[in-house]
C-alpha cells in the first residue's frame, strides 16, 4: 500500500459539475448546514437528491440510516457503515424520520432519515464516474506497494473498514484520501448492489 502522494493530489475530484436532475455527491469531506443552521459534515461521496442551486450554495435532501443510541453518524444503508454524514446534536433533532426497524444482523434498530442540508455548490458533483475513478486510482497506485491491488468486491462493506485501517500507516495517503478510498471500496463492496 506505498504510493505516490503527488499522483492523488492533482487527480482529487473538482466540485461544481452538477447537470440538472441527477443526484450530486460530496467530493471531500465538507461542512454542510441543516435548515436550522446546525452542522452536517459530508463525507466523500454523499448523495443530496431533489437539490437546487442558491448562489454558491445547494440545498439538498441527504437520505440515510441512524442506528437508534449512535445518532450522530448517518449511514448510507441500513446495517452498513457507510458514513454519509456526522451530525451534530442540535442537528441530529431536526431529522425526519421515516420509518425505524430492528435489524437482526446488527439486532439493533435503525431509523430511516432524511434531513435538509445546505453546502458549498463547489463541494458537489454530479460525475460520480470520475469519484468512482479517483476511488479507484487511490486503490490501484497506494495499495499496490506490499501486495497486488485487491477488488474493492473482494470484501463486505464492513469489512473495508478494518482492512483500509491496519493498511493505511503504510501509505502516504493523508486522512481525506484514505476516507475516500474507504467509502469507494465500501460502495463497491461485493455485498452492495452495483449503481
Not at 458549498?120 to 491491488?149: F, I, V
Request: hydrophobic residues 35%; glycine residues 8%.
Amino acid at each position: 500500500m506505498h504510493g505516490d502522494q503527488n499522483t492523488q493530489k492533482s487527480s482529487a475530484v473538482q466540485g461544481g459539475t452538477l447537470s440538472d436532475g441527477s443526484a450530486i455527491f460530496a467530493t471531500e469531506m465538507v461542512k454542510a448546514t441543516n435548515d436550522k443552521g446546525n452542522e452536517v459534515r459530508l463525507m466523500p461521496y454523499a448523495e443530496l437528491m431533489q437539490w437546487k442551486v442558491d448562489g454558491n450554495q445547494i440545498q439538498g435532501t441527504l437520505h440515510g440510516w441512524q442506528q437508534v443510541g449512535a445518532e450522530a453518524v448517518v449511514y448510507q444503508e441500513l446495517g452498513k457503515r457507510i458514513t454519509l454524514a456526522l451530525m451534530d446534536e442540535d442537528a441530529r433533532n431536526h431529522v425526519q424520520v421515516l420509518k425505524t426497524v430492528h435489524d437482526a444482523v446488527t439486532d439493533s434498530d435503525w431509523k430511516e432519515i432524511s434531513v435538509t442540508v445546505n453546502v458549498a455548490k463547489e463541494k458537489m458533483t454530479s460525475d460520480l464516474t470520475a469519484l468512482n475513478q479517483y476511488g479507484n486510482q487511490l486503490n490501484q497506485t497506494q495499495c499496490s506497494g506490499c501486495h497486488s491491488a485487491i477488488g474493492s468486491d473482494h470484501y463486505t462493506a464492513n469489512q473495508w473498514i478494518g482492512v483500509v485501517n491496519s493498511m493505511k500507516n503504510r501509505t502516504s495517503l493523508n486522512k481525506d484520501e484514505v476516507r475516500a478510498l474507504t467509502i469507494y471500496l465500501q460502495r463497491n463492496a461485493k455485498d452492495m448492489a452495483k449503481q
